[in-house]
């Protein structure tokens, strides 16, 4: 699990934000966020054997100010987290963490106005974001598919992000958005 630099993701049509990851062709993780919680809170787990593999939870109570710590559920290691930035309506921005809470990575919205398309007309319309690194170097691409729910690949270019932050954060921004 996560030794590829490809992945997709297939939001499943259900009651709420529920999501299946794939590596290749193979589900490797489900995910749910789950509802009515002060702070948000996203569990993923094992599709086979429904294990815990990950968690995430809100360190505050509200969205536009919260950085969503994401652990590894086996080893109870931190991965990192995922942070918004500051609101724009315009164009969505998370800043990605590392483990000791150093900036990593952002992840930004590709194109302003395809993501006022995306607000005002439809959601139908897929959303596109680059990965970056610190530096402003483009490490990776996020890219959605015409589809009635969220489907979309993230690629990354090498081994300058941890594909677990970026797999799980994606997710988790894309739940908080509510693309």
Do not use: C, W
């Not at 991965?79 to 990605?96: D, M, N, P, Q």
């Not at 990354?156 to 594909?163: A, C, E, F, M």
């Not at 797999?167 to 958005?177: L, R, S």
């Amino acid at each position: 699990m996560f030794d590829s630099r490809s992945y997709e993701v297939r939001q499943k049509i259900s009651i709420g934000n529920k999501y299946r990851i794939y590596e290749g062709d193979a589900p490797i993780l489900e995910s749910a966020q789950k509802k009515l919680r002060l702070k948000e809170d996203f569990r993923f787990t094992d599709p086979e054997t429904g294990d815990e593999r990950f968690r995430v939870k809100a360190d505050s109570v509200l969205d536009i100010a919260a950085a969503y710590d994401i652990v590894d559920s086996q080893t109870d290691e931190r991965v990192g987290a995922v942070k918004r930035e500051a609101i724009s309506f315009f164009k969505h921005e998370y800043t990605l963490l590392g483990p000791e809470g150093d900036k990593v990575a952002t992840i930004r919205e590709n194109s302003v106005p395809m993501a006022i398309a995306r607000r005002f007309l439809t959601t139908l319309i897929p959303f596109s974001y680059e990965i970056v690194s610190v530096d402003g170097t483009a490490i990776g691409e996020v890219m959605g598919a015409f589809s009635l729910r969220d489907k979309y690949s993230i690629d990354l270019y090498g081994d300058d992000v941890d594909p677990r932050l970026v797999v799980v954060g994606m997710v988790v921004a894309d739940a908080i958005e509510e693309n």
